[in-house]
């Protein structure tokens, strides 16, 4: 049977998160207002003779997120005005840049399988966003909060021939508009949505198949079966011997299939030409040594240090490096204890799932107990002073009640003392008040080793420390 090898690129489509819009002082609602209209100008209303401003934040923005996506900038730059009519877009025209972007050509680098790869992008640029449609009966309402919001667009050259390089790239792409404080790219908000372009062609044929695109897919889960779907819908038809058409498709994702939408235009219908109400931008060399020093150390070169450095797995180097602040949280953690698996392990399965459950404190900005105290309680459990089931009451109290470590653990009693000394004597104690058990013991009985430690821990009213108890009575039992 023929093996078919799709050949996958996207479109991939991010709100950015400036205070205000593109080209007009209106605050950008980078999660869309309650009410319809309330973030409104007559710039972005487009009443006539109004003409846009561009915004300063906007473009150290774009500066930063092309930067860390290892573009190359341009110190002059120019606008340009793509034509098209459609409802959502009241003047028929975006403005984008095309011939002389500020930023372009770039790569994500992350890793698949294993191994680190490099994917293209073709282009990548700032559109003003459109306004939001809703039909409702006989009429359709507009909504102008996000007209002329910038919104990112990124376009990668064919790369892709798996679903795992899609996701990979994806994911990674997300974590570094996180860690670059460019977007939340949060896909369930609106915030991130792809276009996925794809084809498919037998193995030996030296040309792609056509493809067709898949608009607005917004989950991670949806991208992932529009590509299944896609493929398989296509194998047939190429294997029924029928044409593949060019094509736009529309998923539906409660159903699990696509439609098609329209035959897709080309690019040149959009007749693009320099924008005449914007002068080009010219970048002085301080303001894009300003923008460099705040980029982040990018999510992948951290993965790559947690998984060499502190051989964390490549689950909790993934976990860790989704968002910037628990990595930043996480190296924080590991200066103060120079403990990187507990920090981690204490951050992944306690910290984060006390998050999970509680209403308030979603964010580890919210958390209002010190970190140090948090590493008090690692360094406790290193020193054994305190056991490490003990140690997850002592965080919930922490972040419940935030008091501090030594408090919590001095109140509740769950300090566990390691004299050694006053130790042995215990030991000694319960070895002469349980002859018999430890005649027993040596001549036959190795299964009542735990009968002697519960001993020595009732002695020393459950405050001592097990382990230590244990390493004692192997000592002296032999
Ligand atoms: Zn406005």
């Given at each position: 049977m023929t093996k078919y090898i799709p050949t996958i690129w996207l479109e991939v489509h991010m709100r950015i998160k400036s205070k205000t819009k593109m080209f007009c002082s209106c605050k950008n609602a980078v999660e869309l207002a309650s009410e319809p209209n309330m973030n409104v100008c007559p710039v972005c209303m487009w009443f006539p003779g109004m003409l846009p401003a561009l915004n300063k934040e906007?473009?150290?923005?774009?500066?930063?997120?092309?930067?860390?996506?290892?573009?190359?900038?341009n110190k002059i730059s120019r606008f340009d005005r793509k034509t098209y009519f459609y409802p959502d877009n009241p003047n028929a025209y975006q403005i984008t840049q095309l011939y002389e972007p500020i930023v372009w050509i770039g790569s994500v680098k992350t890793i698949v399988d294993w191994e680190i790869r490099e994917f293209w992008i073709h282009h990548m640029h700032l559109e003003n966003d459109a306004w939001k449609l809703t039909h409702a009966w006989n009429t359709t309402l507009c909504d102008y909060n996000r007209a002329w919001s910038p919104l990112m667009e990124i376009v990668t050259d064919p790369v892709f021939h798996t679903k795992e390089e899609v996701m990979e790239f994806l994911k990674e792409l997300q974590k570094i508009m996180r860690a670059a404080w460019v977007s939340d790219a949060d896909m369930e908000k609106g915030q991130m949505r792809a276009d996925v372009n794809i084809s498919i062609a037998p193995e030996w044929a030296k040309e792609w198949g056509t493809r067709t695109e898949t608009k607005n897919v917004n989950s991670f889960s949806a991208i992932w079966r529009v590509i299944d779907h896609e493929v398989k819908r296509q194998k047939k038809i190429i294997e029924k011997g029928w044409v593949i058409d060019q094509e736009t498709r529309w998923w539906n994702d409660d159903t699990?299939?696509?439609?098609?939408?329209?035959?897709?235009?080309?690019?040149?219908?959009?007749?693009?030409f320099p924008e005449p109400d914007l002068l080009p931008v010219e970048l002085d060399n301080e303001f894009i040594e300003e923008a460099r020093k705040q980029i982040p150390e990018l999510p992948i070169e951290k993965r790559i240090r947690y998984l060499n450095d502190f051989k964390l797995s490549d689950d909790d180097a993934r976990l860790l490096t989704t968002q910037r602040d628990l990595s930043e949280y996480f190296?924080?953690?590991?200066?103060?204890?120079?403990?990187?698996?507990?920090?981690?392990?204490?951050?992944?399965?306690v910290l984060l799932a006390l998050m999970k459950e509680d209403e308030e404190i979603k964010h580890?900005?919210?958390?209002?107990?010190?970190?140090?105290?948090?590493?008090?309680?690692i360094e406790l459990v290193n020193k054994d002073e305190l056991s490490s089931t003990n140690s997850k009451q002592v965080i919930e109290e922490l972040f419940n009640n935030w008091w501090e470590t030594?408090?919590?653990?001095?109140?509740?009693?769950?300090?566990?003392?390691?004299?050694?000394?006053?130790?042995?004597?215990?030991?000694?104690?319960?070895?002469?008040?349980?002859?018999?058990?430890?005649?027993?013991?040596?001549?036959?009985?190795?299964n009542i080793f735990g009968y002697f430690v519960g001993q020595c821990m009732k002695a020393s009213k459950w405050q001592w420390n097990?382990?230590?108890?244990?390493?004692?009575?192997?000592k002296k039992l032999g």
């Open positions: 906007v473009v150290r923005l774009w500066l930063i997120w092309g930067m860390a996506m290892n573009c190359e900038v699990g299939t696509s439609v098609t939408q329209r035959s897709k235009e080309d690019a040149m219908d959009y007749r693009y190296d924080e953690l590991v200066k103060l204890t120079n403990d990187a698996k507990k920090s981690c392990s204490y951050i992944t399965t580890l900005s919210d958390l209002k107990f010190d970190i140090k105290e948090l590493a008090k309680v030594d408090i919590i653990v001095d109140e509740n009693n769950l300090r566990q003392k390691n004299d050694l000394w006053a130790l042995e004597s215990i030991v000694d104690e319960v070895i002469a008040n349980n002859v018999k058990q430890v005649e027993d013991y040596k001549a036959w009985n190795q097990p382990k230590i108890f244990n390493e004692i009575l192997r």
